[in-house]
């Protein structure tokens, strides 16, 4: 009995986890929570270090060092280990920064007017503009400049407080053009047994138009007054010949979404996830700028990937997170309440989690709160009782009265005996003996007594002529009817 009822508890919370996730699909305003806690803030800079050998006057070395930022968007952590896809804009300068670093130390050293670009110059004085046009790259064995170029990524994590310093990626594989997908991984790795919260991949991008996506991404480094945003966006026909990327159209025509996915990348939602309606997951990656905002499909997203021989994956903190966002948007705020507080544990600075948690406590127990709801309502059966209770009773007469017709037929009844004549004052002879008989179902003969042998009546025993009773010796008259006796 404990086996079926352990058995029947597990399909009954089987079905109950299997239906919660589709109830919670129903709210697409939570649909991105799976996604935002992987966002991150992408900034990307050049760092130069240039040695100036200035042979003009008295021999000098001028030694200068120059940030020059290039990229700032958002990426999507697809690995606990850290690895981000984001766009090769964010990770590879287009730019040569080793011409804008020559044109500075010149305008800085010799005092002249030089345009800080990335663009070769030419000087009027004939001795300066020599070299200057030895200092521009590629290096010779004449160069007047040493350079060094390397570049720096920061990725600053959707975490409260804000990380003030992030954490150093390098890119390991790019696309050729800007607007091609970038993968990138930690430059040291990433300590802890969890890692990051990590965004779920589709397999595909939805083909029907119109279909409602959402973009989620910052507009800024994160802190206490910039949080990430999310924005509704709707995917357009299928791009044109020649197009990079799929377009963004509003189904209903009020809003000019190309416009305003455009602005929004060049504020900063560049290279942020495109997030599925249907189920919550990246279907691509934000890219254009200006008056045009596209998407990049998955595909061109998972190919990246393995191009670069990386395995996107979930962790621990993702289904953790999960199972306490599904009972969240089912509004069972008490059980989400304790999921929460498991991913904070594993993840201390989950900003989607902080604020779900609290939300949930908030609301714990109150009106609201299924699981309350549940607690407090008596169990409720889907069929009465009394059926079961008069089948029962039904079974239980037919087995009485079949164990009762089955005992009278195989016990025998009892023995009876026939009636012996006895003569007065005499016993039964050795010989005699007694007939039973057996009441059957069939007919039956008696077995015919043997003979009885009688003996004389003893001459001094009386008896009343009148009525037969048995007369004493010193009897006159007859002690029952009162007859005299004769003598």
């Given at each position: 009995m404990a086996r079926l009822t352990a058995l029947a508890g597990g399909v009954a919370a089987a079905i109950v986890l299997l239906a919660m996730p589709a109830v919670a699909h129903e709210h697409p305003s939570g649909i991105t929570d799976l996604v935002t806690p992987a966002v991150v803030r992408l900034e990307a800079v050049s760092h130069v270090e240039i040695t100036l050998l200035d042979h003009v006057g008295e021999l000098k070395h001028v030694e200068r060092s120059y940030d020059i930022p290039f990229g700032a968007g958002t990426g999507t952590v697809v690995s606990p280990d850290g690895t981000i896809v984001s766009l090769r804009r964010l990770a590879v300068n287009p730019d040569d920064v080793a011409v804008y670093a020559a044109n500075k130390v010149f305008a800085e050293h010799h005092k002249v007017k030089i345009p800080i670009d990335y663009k070769k110059h030419r000087l009027a004085d004939d001795l300066l503009d020599h070299h200057l046009q030895e200092c521009y790259p590629p290096k010779t064995s004449t160069a007047t400049c040493i350079i060094d170029v390397t570049t720096e990524i920061t990725a600053f994590p959707n975490v409260s407080p804000a990380s003030a310093e992030g954490f150093k990626v390098k890119c390991v594989k790019a696309g050729p053009d800007p607007d091609s997908p970038a993968v990138l991984v930690p430059v040291t790795p990433m300590t802890g047994s969890v890692g990051m919260p990590t965004a779920p991949l589709a397999d595909k991008v939805p083909e029907n138009t119109g279909a409602p996506t959402n973009v989620a991404g910052?507009?800024?480094?994160?802190?206490?007054?910039?949080?990430?945003?999310?924005?509704?966006?709707?995917?357009?026909?299928?791009?044109?010949?020649?197009?990079?990327?799929?377009?963004?159209?509003?189904?209903?025509?009020?809003?000019?979404?190309?416009?305003?996915?455009?602005?929004?990348?060049?504020?900063?939602?560049?290279?942020?996830?495109?997030?599925?309606?249907?189920?919550?997951?990246?279907?691509?990656?934000?890219?254009?700028?200006?008056?045009?905002?596209?998407?990049?499909?998955?595909?061109?997203?998972?190919?990246?990937?393995?191009?670069?021989?990386?395995?996107?994956?979930?962790?621990?903190?993702?289904?953790?997170?999960?199972?306490?966002?599904?009972?969240?948007?089912?509004?069972?705020?008490?059980?989400?309440?304790?999921?929460?507080?498991?991913?904070?544990?594993?993840?201390?600075?989950?900003?989607?989690?902080?604020?779900?948690?609290?939300?949930?406590?908030?609301?714990?127990?109150?009106?609201?709160?299924?699981?309350?709801?549940?607690?407090?309502?008596?169990?409720?059966?889907?069929?009465?009782?009394?059926?079961?209770?008069?089948?029962?009773?039904?079974?239980?007469?037919?087995?009485?009265?079949?164990?009762?017709?089955l005992w009278r037929r195989r016990t025998p009844e009892k023995a009876t005996e026939l009636p012996q004549p006895v003569a007065a004052g005499s016993p039964l002879d050795d010989g005699a003996n007694q007939t039973v008989v057996v009441r059957r179902s069939q007919s039956f003969q008696v077995v015919p007594q043997q003979q009885q042998v009688m003996t004389a009546p003893d001459p001094a025993i009386k008896y009343c002529t009148s009525c037969g009773m048995r007369l004493g010796p010193a009897h006159r008259f007859c002690g029952y009817c009162g007859h005299p006796i004769e003598t």
């Open positions: 910052f507009l800024g480094r994160p802190g206490p007054n910039v949080h990430h945003t999310v924005e509704i966006a709707h995917l357009g026909k299928g791009g044109a010949a020649g197009a990079a990327g799929r377009p963004f159209a509003d189904p209903e025509s009020k809003v000019d979404e190309p416009v305003k996915l455009g602005g929004l990348a060049d504020k900063g939602l560049i290279g942020a996830p495109i997030i599925g309606d249907k189920d919550g997951h990246v279907i691509g990656l934000l890219v254009g700028g200006g008056k045009e905002g596209r998407m990049i499909g998955i595909r061109e997203v998972t190919g990246i990937l393995a191009e670069a021989k990386v395995a996107p994956r979930r962790g621990a903190i993702d289904t953790a997170f999960e199972a306490a966002l599904t009972r969240y948007h089912t509004r069972y705020y008490t059980e989400a309440a304790p999921g929460f507080q498991r991913v904070l544990e594993l993840y201390p600075g989950n900003v989607v989690a902080a604020g779900l948690l609290k939300t949930s406590l908030a609301k714990r127990g109150g009106p609201e709160d299924q699981g309350t709801k549940q607690a407090a309502s008596p169990p409720s059966r889907s069929m009465p009782l009394w059926p079961f209770i008069v089948a029962a009773a039904i079974v239980c007469i037919a087995a009485g009265g079949g164990a009762y017709l």
